[in-house]
């Protein structure tokens, strides 16, 4: 088959085959990565550019990962310590990549839109590694697939997505990604911290957790930035825990052999109870491993997208 | 009576356009209006032959930002003014935060001189001075000084003043003085910093948005201290609906407020955001449908009096960035006239209320040189061809600001003349 996209910006880009076959591709790529030697020529020769204007060590190292397990180089560029984007316009950021021609970009940014902006600047592909609080398709994919890999397919179960909704790429990719593939979602937060147009995405809105989570197969938590306490979103993170931590008498109320996630790094009794991140039940490990085998599906159909094609 | 030297024939009014009109000026004063080929045209007079034409008195924008002194590289006194004058403009209001800010003699001085140079067929420059000092919100600026230098109005436009003591003393010292206050209303602490509306579009890109509560608890404020003090306060750019309802209600008991919106506000929504287009980044952002329709009844009844472009031009490398670091702004004196004209052609505005909202409404306010077609009244008028169609391109502009969401769109109606005291500008 040819790959349409040229770049992955949100998944709001992509059909519902188009998600099951990156799914598709993950699970082959999951059958390299338990290999005693995980290393495939597909992508040799080629060079990727991890441009990680926002600091992101685990989204970095499992795109790193990805592309040295399909044999293309990759290069890093931070904006901390880096000259060359110091100070400097992302436009002229864009150019200078440009120049170095590279087969792929992946590109983290703090405001959204950013990736969409180079997109548009730059003719190799683009995989957005989270903007702003615009979208991680990434993240929201391997989601999926971690999901998938325990219940064959998500259509039809329920997700709740917990906490920070608002300033969360991750939940704004994975409220479309999922529904895209047949599942149900909810939202829970305090009101502080969901948009004011959450009605717009026409998706149940709970304030209170033990009802939220009532029959529910997984519950997707999200990280809790100190900020927001500061910023006068929430009383404290003390007071927020009581509300909205995820506790293994919480997820008694859900569905049975419901399961947990959190797109990491966690706040251990914040968002999530410790106990319960340990948990069999808990699958932030799971999304760990799965994170390469999607990443490595991704960076093979984006990167050799005009070779299919020919 | 003095004879005729300029005369214009068989134009029409826009409120009237079955009725061509002669129009007669001598030494750029209005002499008569009179119904087409009525009089004879006296010998040795200009004549204009303008049939087809709509005759329109010369429109006053009170809100616009030409940058110079300090940022010239986005607009100067002399590109904004032609601007102006290819808007159709023969009056323009010029905000004070400029670099140094308009809060002393001096700069207003400079800034009339400028004009005065490029432009000495008009448009003509009206400064409006800061406020308070360096627009920060702290101190009063030398209102009298920057009154006697030649300023038409106040205001911290751009930094709005958020300490209310201060802003209802600088309103009653500014009364005194016989010389309107302009006001931004946005509540600093509702959303600092956003260019698009709190609504389904912020929620989806995933952008911080300015709530229209932010815009209208600023308006009711100014409304409640306009009506307590008995002082006038001219409401900035108002975007939303529900400012409008609070506006209407503070004039139906007497708040001695007026108010002005912008075309922006009349024919795009937030959606116009969408894809991260930071050309139509502004402040205060885009809104919905029903804010657009709500501004469009206000202008019909009144409630809201006036038309500004709120022209803000920047330099395309400053917009060319991811939306968050954006400036806010669109370049509007151009294409002002033709999007408002449109909105009559459609009948989602009338002729009456464009030339009320553009011409006569914001000279009365600011008290600068008006034109009704009376005799005696200066001969400051366009001739404007309501059918021709344009293309909105970087060349079309005169301005430097091409920062505009029209961008490649087709507009209707072109300016072809701008008279300003009985000489044409363009
Ligand atoms: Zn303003």
Not at chain 2, 32 to 46: Q, S, W
Not at chain 2, 115 to 126: E, I, M, T, V, Y
Not at chain 2, 315 to 330: C, L, M, Q, R, V
Not at chain 2, 374 to 402: H, M, N, Y
Request: charge should be neutral; proline fraction near 6%.
């Amino acid at each position: 088959m040819t790959w349409p996209h040229k770049d992955l910006l949100d998944v709001t880009q992509l059909s519902k085959a188009d998600a099951l076959e990156i799914l598709r591709a993950a699970k082959s790529f999951q059958e390299i990565n338990s290999r005693p030697v995980k290393k495939v020529p597909i992508l040799k020769g080629k060079s990727v550019v991890l441009f990680f204007a926002e600091p992101s060590t685990r989204t970095k190292t499992s795109f790193d990962v990805a592309g040295k397990r399909l044999s293309a180089d990759t290069f890093s560029l931070q904006k901390s310590g880096s000259s060359l984007v110091k100070g400097e316009s992302l436009k002229d950021t864009v150019l200078t990549l440009q120049a170095m021609k590279p087969d792929g970009i992946v590109m983290r940014h703090n405001m959204s839109g950013a990736a969409q902006f180079i997109a548009e600047r730059l003719d190799c592909a683009v995989i957005n590694a989270g903007d702003g609080w615009h979208a991680h398709p990434t993240q929201a994919l391997l989601d999926a697939f971690t999901l998938t890999e325990r219940w064959g397919s998500v259509e039809g179960k329920t997700v709740l997505i917990l906490g920070d909704i608002t300033h969360s790429r991750v939940a704004r990719s994975n409220v479309h990604l999922l529904r895209l593939l047949g599942a149900k979602v909810r939202l829970c937060a305090p009101k502080t911290l969901l948009p004011h147009a959450v009605s717009t995405w026409n998706v149940p809105v709970y304030s209170e957790l033990d009802e939220a989570v009532r029959g529910v197969d997984a519950v997707m938590c999200l990280r809790l930035q100190l900020e927001r306490q500061q910023a006068g979103l929430l009383p404290d993170v003390r007071e927020y825990s009581r509300r909205f931590c995820m506790t293994t008498a919480r997820l008694a109320k859900a569905a049975r052999n419901a399961l947990v996630l959190h797109p990491g790094p966690i706040n251990r009794g914040w968002e999530i109870a410790s106990d319960l991140a340990d948990a069999p039940e808990s699958l932030i490990l799971d999304q760990v491993s799965s994170g390469v085998d999607v990443r490595m599906a991704l960076l093979h159909l984006y990167l050799t997208r005009k070779e299919r094609k020919e | 009576m003095s004879q005729a030297d300029l005369v214009v024939r068989g134009a029409a009014l826009a409120e009237s356009p079955q009725a061509p009109v002669d129009l007669f000026a001598a030494k750029g004063r209005i002499l008569a209006l009179v119904p087409a080929g009525t009089r004879p045209v006296p010998e040795g007079a200009k004549v204009v032959e303008a049939e087809g034409m709509l005759l329109l008195p010369g429109l006053t924008d009170v809100h616009v930002h030409l940058r110079e002194p300090g940022q010239e590289w986005k607009e100067t006194i002399a590109t904004g003014l032609s601007a102006a004058a290819k808007g159709g403009f023969v009056n323009v209001m010029c905000m004070a935060n400029t670099d140094p800010v308009n809060d002393q003699a001096s700069i207003t001085e400079t800034m009339l001189d400028k004009a005065a140079k490029s432009h000495p067929r008009g448009p003509r420059l009206f400064p409006v001075g800061a406020l308070t000092l360096g627009l920060e919100g702290k101190s009063l600026a030398p209102l009298e000084e920057l009154r006697a230098a030649g300023c038409k109005a106040y205001s911290n436009d751009g930094r709005p003043v958020a300490d209310s003591e201060l802003f209802r003393r600088a309103l009653e010292y500014a009364s005194d003085l016989g010389i309107p206050v302009i006001d931004h209303c946005e509540d600093p602490y509702l959303a600092p910093g956003a260019g698009v509306n709190e609504g389904e579009v912020s929620a989806r890109l995933g952008l911080r948005g300015a709530p229209a509560c932010g815009e209208a608890i600023q308006v009711a404020r100014d409304c409640l201290l306009a009506q307590y003090l008995g002082v006038p306060i001219h409401l900035a750019h108002i975007s939303s609906k529900m400012s409008v309802d609070v506006i209407r209600e503070a004039k139906a008991k007497g708040a001695p407020v007026t108010a002005e919106t912008c075309p922006h506000y009349l024919i795009l929504t937030e959606e116009a955001c969408e894809d991260y287009d930071t050309a139509a980044k502004v402040n205060p952002p885009l809104r919905t449908r029903a804010d657009q329709q709500a501004l469009l009844a206000a202008l019909e009844d009144g409630t809201i009096d006036v038309l500004a472009t709120d022209h803000a031009p920047h330099a395309s490398h400053e917009k060319e960035t991811p939306f968050d670091e954006a400036p806010n702004g669109i370049s509007g004196l151009e294409t002002a006239l033709s999007v408002t004209w449109e909105l009559v052609a459609r009948g989602e505005l009338s002729a009456r209320t464009l030339v009320s909202a553009w011409c006569v409404r914001p000279a009365e306010i600011f008290a600068l040189p008006l034109n009704r077609f009376q005799e005696g009244d200066p001969a400051d008028f366009i001739l404007f061809d309501p059918s021709a169609r344009w293309t909105v391109t970087p060349k079309a502009l005169a301005s430097k600001g091409k920062n505009t969401p029209l961008m490649g769109r087709e507009l209707t109606g072109v300016v072809r003349a701008a008279y300003v005291a009985g000489k044409n500008a363009l």
